[in-house]
Each structure stands twice: as C-alpha cells, then as structure tokens.
C-alpha cells in the first residue's frame, strides 16, 4: 500500500516538475516574441525628436566629464515650469555608460526595462488568476502595440508600466501574510515608489494618494527597522532635488503650487467625469487591441441641458465598436470593485489605484493625452482576466477556448499596427508617407534616428567641402535632434536666423515633406536665395545662400554656449568675428525653474 501512495506521489511530483517546465519555455517564448518587438531595428527606426534631444545634451554631458556635470532636476511637466526629480537622467545615464554615449544606447534602457516588464507581468497576474490565464494576459502585453511602441524610444513616463508593475508587485508581497520578509519588500517599494514620482507629474501626485489610502485602509505594521529604511530610501532619491530647493531657495516647490492651479479644468465636473470615461473608455481599448481611431461622441452640460457634440470623427466609429468600447470600460470597472471586496489583494489594491486616477484624470480631463494611459499599466489586462476568471470554472472547456481565441484576435489586432508602423517607419527615409493620424505617440509624420543622421551627414559633407558653419532652421519636433547629430559629426552648427545673415555660411530649412511651409521660408526670402531642395522621404531640406548685399559679417565662427546651468540645452549661440560680436537665440525658457548640476551645488560661486 506504501508503495503505491508512493508511486502516486512520485508521478504527482513528475507532473508538476513537467508543468513547470513548460510553463517556464511558454513565458520565455512570450518575453522572447516582447523583446524581439521592442529591439526590432531599434537604432535605425529610433524615435528621437524634441525632447530626446534634449536629455541626450544634459546627460551627455555627465558621460563626458564625469557625473558631477549631471543636472539635479528633470525634465519639465508637460505644460509647466515644475521641473521633476533627476531619476530618470540618472538611469540613462547608467543606459549611456553600457550602450554608449549615442541616442540609442541612451534608449536602450527603456527598451530592456520594458523587456523585464514582461515576465514580471506573469508574476503578478499569478497572484490572482490561474497559470493558463496569467500566461494569456503576459502574452497581451508583450504584444501590446502600444506598450510596444512606448518601449522603442526615451522619455521619462515610458518607464512607468514597468515601476508600477514592480511596485504594486512588492507591495503585495510586503502585506501578504504568507510572504517571507515583509519588511524587505516594503523598503523595495518605497525605493520604486520614489523613483516613480520623479517620471511624470501625475505620478508624483497619484503615488502618495495612493499610499495615504493606502496606510489609512491597510494600516500595514512593519518592523521599525523597515519603517526607517523606506524614509531614507525616499529621501536619498529625493536628495537632488532637495539640493536643488536648498540652492533657489524653493523655487521649483513654488512651481509645483503654480501647476496644480494652472491645471485646473474650466468646465463642469458632471462634463469632466463624462470626459473622463470617454476618453478612459478609447484607452482601455488601444492598450489591448492597439485600435487607436475609436472616436466617440462629446456631450456638452449647461445647466439642464445636454448637447451631443459628435464631429466628422466619431461618425467613422461604429455604434456597436463604441458600445464594446464603453461597456468593457464600465463592465471592468464594476467587477474590479466586487473582486477586491472578495478577494482582496491585489484586486484591492488596483481598485484604490483606479480611484486615485479616475480622481486626477477628471480634474486633467481637458488635457488627458495618450501618454498619460501608461499609469493604467495592467488594468485593462486585469479587466479582461477577471471575466475570463468569472468563466473559468462554471464552462471549463468554452471559456478556455473563448479565451485563447479573444487572446489570439487582440494580438492579431495590435499586430496589424505594428506591422504598419514598422512599413512606415522603414519607409520614412525614401518615401513622402502621409500616414493616418497617430493617436498612440502623436507623431505628425515617420521619422527616425537614421533619416536624421542622414541629413546631418549631409550637412557635415557641405561643411567639409566649404569649411563654412552650418546654420539650420526647421520645425521644433526634429531641429534640436538633426543640430545635435551634425554638431556630433565634428561640425560648427548655429541657428538660422532672418535677422543676421553670414557670407560665408552653409544655410538649411529643415521642414515637413507634405507641406508648403511658406510661413517657415517667408522670413528668409529678404536675405536668402533658395537654391535647392533636397527630399529625404518624409523630411525635405531647403539650401539656402546669402545674398551678398544683405550679409552683415563676411566671416563667422561659431562658439557654442552650453546652457546645461539654466533653462533648455544647446539652443543657442554666439557668432563673431574680428570686431562684431552676434549672439543668436534660438529659444530660451524666460522665467524658468532655475537648475544646476552637482558642480555647481558644490563649486556655486
């Protein structure tokens, strides 16, 4: 009798052991199929445009000469003078010193957090749903168009899905009763909810509402030791910018009050929570099925009254996508909330995330953008799980077979787009594509990082051939970027300005090949002959040369001002020559949050 119960026993250890093995293979194939999608002629197809430009300056500089010469605040908030913390130039300048001091190596680190995201997707939905559907919801993500598409460049809130994922991870293992170690997962939470709150303004105010209800609700109890550890954890990642207020006296703390009162919607908040679930309702649907043109009706509140407003847009939606639409919204949400009333856990803890966000996307409702949808991380993946989940036991075989048919349709879905993109973006270069508007990343057109080198090894050849400085011109998305790129190539680059002609000069209009740009070009046409137009694919440059009565300095040379101390970087310039000093701006940032690096805390004169 013994020997069969352990025969029995054996076999059940056997088939757990073989379960677990291809439950392994089967989570690294899915991270495998994310990673491929995300690295999939990363350097070539780069999205490095206005902002990317910018962090490379700062950061570039640390990688030079050393990190004392890194800035101690961040990028600015969207529309603001709130400058946030300094995490993420911290993390692509660690990015940098792997990959390279080149716009790719400071991206890559976005991509390979985003990898990493994907397995600890898995993790987390396992501490809710069973394996099979885990699987299914990781494999979702990994496939994410628009998951995808924000992992394949740099800026600070594409980071966010994977600290949100890993800090709701460690907070659930901080309070489950079973876990070893509370305390240590506490400390890791704090740490990731610190670095979270430097990457996006609505981060820095959604984590510490969360975690106020958080304590409140939960009143967790940690050892002393853990409680003291997670305040220095916070206060180390908050250190620079510390410095910072301690230097300009709170400048930047002043800025966050002018935010939050500058933010403030003007409409109603019966028209705001409308927005919201409308807008929230188009978002949940793109991050599981990349389908970014569902548009759907505005209603309008005075008094009483309610207008309807549904425009050439929302009439291409079909009423049936826009019920789907809005009904998985308000069906997910409803079931969220039964959920973390029985089962606690991670559902309760994603109930109070969807409340604290619902809260700062209707007072933002006016200004919600696509971007702002990756603090939902995992919610709309959750929604569908728990109605997976509702199925599961009550018609095993049906639901089973419903659910791998929905996970294969969204994932052929989001497959179509990025088949789509990845044409366009391969594209970008040789053709003058006019893709459909792009309501994931809001590009007005394709381009990519080695369209751009192109053109600045154009200039560069221009400038080896004359020895004359470059002066550009162009929209403000790609002329910091293809600056940058020239003034790398070893090539004196300046702005072009209507006002201050040079003789001996290489002068360029960089512009939208589906434009006229008349309104670019009129200011130039006084002082310059337009000579010839150069296309490359969707961006096309404009030569231009001076005409030799309007020159007002024969011979220019240019001196770079580096204003990495104060405002934007690599804007401006002098140009001189023998007797006549010229400075050129080409933009500022009048009455802006004052910032310096760390040499200048310590050497400040």
Request: charged share 20%; glycine share 6%.
């Amino acid at each position: 009798m013994l020997k069969k119960m352990d025969r029995i026993n054996f076999f059940k250890k056997l088939k757990t052991i073989e379960r677990k093995k291809i439950v392994f293979v089967v989570l690294v194939a899915i991270t495998l199929i994310g990673a491929w999608l995300r690295l999939y002629h990363f350097s070539d197809w780069l999205h490095f445009e206005l902002d990317q430009a910018r962090d490379v300056i700062f950061v570039s500089e640390g990688v030079q000469h050393g990190p004392f010469d890194l800035p101690i605040l961040g990028p600015k908030a969207s529309g603001t003078l709130l400058r946030l913390g300094p995490a993420f130039y911290y993390m692509e300048y660690a990015s940098a010193l792997l990959f390279g001091d080149t716009p790719e190596g400071h991206a890559l680190f976005v991509a390979t957090l985003s990898i990493v995201s994907i397995p600890l997707c898995y993790f987390l939905f396992k501490q809710v749903f069973p394996i099979t559907i885990s699987l299914g919801l990781t494999y979702l993500y990994a496939t994410s168009a628009y998951f995808v598409l924000y992992a394949r460049f740099a800026w600070n809130p594409n980071i966010l899905p994977f600290f949100l994922i890993a800090f709701f991870y460690s907070l659930l293992r901080a309070t489950n009763e079973s876990s070893q170690r509370p305390g240590r997962w506490f400390v890791l939470s704090s740490l990731i909810f610190a670095i979270g709150t430097q990457l996006h303004f609505i981060a820095f105010v959604a984590l510490p509402l969360f975690m106020i209800g958080f304590f409140l609700y939960m009143r967790p109890r940690f050892s002393w030791k853990a409680w003291m550890l997670s305040i220095m954890m916070i206060l180390l990642v908050y250190v620079p910018v510390l410095a910072n207020e301690w230097v300009f006296q709170g400048s930047n703390t002043k800025a966050f009050f002018v935010a939050i009162n500058k933010k403030k919607s003007d409409k109603s908040i019966l028209e705001n929570i409308t927005i919201n679930i409308l807008e929230q309702s188009k978002a949940y649907a793109l991050l599981v099925s990349g389908n970014d043109h569902i548009f759907l009706s505005r209603y309008e509140f005075d008094g009483l009254s309610v207008k309807k407003d549904c425009g050439d847009h929302c009439k291409k939606t079909s009423s049936f996508v826009a019920f789907v639409t809005i009904t998985f919204f308000l069906a997910g949400t409803i079931l969220l909330f039964i959920f973390a009333k029985k089962r606690k856990g991670l559902f309760l803890y994603l109930s109070g995330w969807y409340l604290v966000l619902f809260l700062v996307y209707t007072l933002l409702a006016s200004e919600l953008a696509p971007r702002f949808f990756l603090m939902l991380m995992l919610l709309p993946f959750i929604f569908i799980g728990i109605l997976a989940d509702i199925f599961w036991q009550r018609f095993a075989i049906l639901s089973k077979i419903a659910f791998v048919a929905l996970i294969f349709y969204l994932s052929y879905t989001n497959g179509k787009v990025l088949v789509t993109r990845f044409d366009e973006m391969g594209r970008a270069e040789t053709d003058s594509i006019r893709p459909s508007a792009d309501h994931i990343i809001e590009e007005p057109i394709r381009t990519t990082l080695e369209q751009e080198r192109t053109i600045a090894r154009y200039f560069a050849d221009m400038y080896r051939q004359n020895g004359f400085p470059v002066f550009i011109y162009g929209e403000s998305f790609w002329r910091r970027s293809i600056k940058y790129l020239t003034e790398r190539m070893g090539v004196p680059v300046g702005h072009l300005d209507s006002e201050t002609p040079f003789l001996k000069s290489n002068n360029f209009i960089v512009m939208r090949s589906d434009k006229k740009g008349d309104s670019l070009m009129k200011p130039y046409r006084n002082a310059y002959d337009f000579i010839e137009r150069k296309n490359f694919g969707t961006l096309t440059v404009y030569v231009l040369r001076v005409k030799p009565e309007k020159a007002i300095i024969d011979d220019a040379v240019i001196v770079p001002m580096t204003n990495l101390l104060y405002g934007d970087a690599g804007d401006r310039v002098t140009v001189k020559s023998k007797e006549n000093v010229v400075p050129i701006a080409e933009s500022s940032d009048a009455g802006d949050v004052e910032r310096i690096t760390w040499r200048g805390v310590f050497w400040k004169k």
